[in-house]
């Protein structure tokens, strides 16, 4: 079992930018794939950015794809999500997840079978 806590989230204005960091405890950090999902009030979880074990390959959700950067450390057991260009509708709680090997496999919630409790972001004008 993998523990995970996010860090980061916060109010910031249309065109901001904020980095969220995830930090993991448990299996070795390099053993697994993570990624990053979000849920805003009302609508299901959704999918954002994944990266492999190495962080050689990531992958984005069309909506964030270049705005958003994932990355890991895996000397630090931490995962990164760099937001940059912020809109409104990029408001929603952010969970790390963690998979249970070391490419990503799908971007569905259920290709990750440990997330951490949620970070707020909100933007606003």
């Known amino acids: 079992q993998v523990q995970l806590v996010e860090s980061g989230g916060g109010l910031v204005q249309i065109g901001g930018s904020l980095r969220l960091s995830c930090a993991a405890s448990?299996?070795?950090?390099?053993?697994?794939?993570m990624s990053w999902f979000r849920q805003a009030p009302g609508k299901e979880r959704s999918f954002v950015a994944a990266?492999?074990?190495?962080?050689?390959?990531?992958y984005y959700a069309d909506s964030v794809r270049g705005r958003f950067t994932i990355s890991r450390d895996n000397a630090k057991n931490t995962v990164y999500l760099q937001m940059n260009n912020l809109k409104p509708e990029d408001t929603a709680v952010y969970y790390c997840?963690?998979?249970?090997?070391?490419?990503?496999?799908?971007?569905?919630?259920?290709?990750?079978?440990?997330w951490g409790q949620g970070t707020q972001v909100t933007v606003s004008s």
């Open positions: 448990g299996r070795t950090f390099s053993s697994y794939a």
């Open positions: 990266v492999t074990w190495s962080g050689g390959s990531t």
């Open positions: 997840a963690a998979g249970d090997q070391p490419y990503v496999r799908g971007g569905s919630p259920s290709d990750f079978g440990s």
